[in-house]
């Protein structure tokens, strides 16, 4: 009788078995997803072996050096200048001035939505913010020539030129704006009630508990959302090839004409060049500094993120 009931007591407390028999469609989507991975791995390092295959025929040119590259500020490829701070110069400006336009903007819109906002509000502003979003570039490039240019000249005089880069920021700036203002929102929108509640518990006001409290709590999110809102920016095309200019010029004013990375490319590869030229080959060595200051950015947003990320048991 006492071995019967040691043998109950073993069986009672022997652990569960939880494993199931998995369904064949569940391993076909597990199939699915993890050559959705691969592929995606695989198309990056092909990306990344293209640019490097093509970028070191660029560099394996007698006349080409790095200190050529890095170290001056003229980039005419086809008479040996090679300084690409040229087109650096410019990509950072137009950045800058997006995200000096887009982040309060963004950050304001995020906080109303969040905390201000009803529901019938919400369901009026953030569609309208979403068709920014769905606009085509082109057209945002033409809205910064034909529209925001002009306005400016009234304002700026002679001092600006037909193409600059400020124009082309702020209209930057306008298409970015859904983006940040998404993400800051769902950032904000991720922070525990209990933490508003306490707030106002200690007599906290709505507006210092939105920028005291909330705000903070979401720091994490909302400097994700500036990186990628950056990224988006150094990346963006037919604004600024419609816009900014079309010669490289090294020049950090905002009202100068200045050829940015990308559209640099689009309007040299639009041409007639020979295969192995120093003119082609100099187009990968671009995309490869583009590709290298974008992975930069985003290893910055990773850490921003895992940093300041708040953690809510």
């Known amino acids: 009788m006492k071995q019967e ?19 064949p469609a569940e391993s076909a989507i597990q199939v699915l997803l993890f050559l959705a991975g691969i592929l995606s791995i695989f198309v990056t390092v092909a990306i990344v072996y293209e640019l490097g295959k093509e970028a070191m025929l ?3 040119n007698p006349d080409v050096t790095l200190g050529k590259f890095l170290g001056t500020t003229k980039w005419q490829p086809g008479i040996g200048q090679y300084g690409i701070w040229a ?15 887009s982040l309060p903007l963004g950050l304001a819109a995020a906080i109303y939505l969040s905390e201000y906002a009803s529901f ?9 913010l979403e068709v920014l979003a769905g606009i ?25 030129q037909v193409y600059n880069m400020l ?12 983006l940040i203002s998404s993400m800051s929102e769902d950032a904000l929108s991720a922070v525990p009630r209990s933490l508003r509640e306490a707030a106002y518990a200690m007599g906290a006001t709505k507006v210092e508990t939105s920028l005291q409290v909330v705000v903070p709590a979401a720091l994490s999110g909302i400097g994700a959302a500036l990186i990628v809102g950056i990224s988006r920016a150094v990346g963006e095309t037919m604004i600024v090839a419609v816009a900014s200019g079309s010669g490289p010029n090294f020049s950090f004013n905002p009202l100068d004409a200045a050829e940015t990375m990308t559209g640099h490319i689009a309007r040299i590869s639009g041409g007639d060049l020979s ?4 003119d082609y080959t100099s187009l990968f060595a671009i995309a490869m500094m583009l590709f290298l200051l974008t992975l930069v950015l985003n290893l910055i947003s990773q850490w921003v993120v895992s940093r300041f990320r708040e953690r809510y048991e």
Not at 87 to 101: G, P, Q, R
Not at 137 to 148: I, K, M, R, S
Not at 275 to 278: C, D, E, G, K, L
């Open 136 to 160: 085509p570039t082109v057209v945002y490039g033409y809205f910064a020539l034909l529209f925001v240019t002009p306005i400016l000249k009234a304002i700026f005089g002679d001092q600006l």
């Open 275 to 278: 295969y192995n030229s120093i």
């Open 120 to 128: 019938k509000s919400r369901s009026i502003l953030k569609p309208i």
């Open 58 to 60: 660029f560099f394996t």
């Open 87 to 101: 087109l650096v110069s410019a990509t950072l400006v137009t950045s800058f001035v997006a995200i000096f336009i």
């Open 5 to 23: 009931n040691i043998t109950a007591e073993n069986k009672a407390f022997r652990p569960l078995n939880l494993a199931r028999k998995i369904s």
């Open 167 to 178: 124009s082309a920021g702020i209209v930057m700036g306008i298409m970015i704006l859904p």
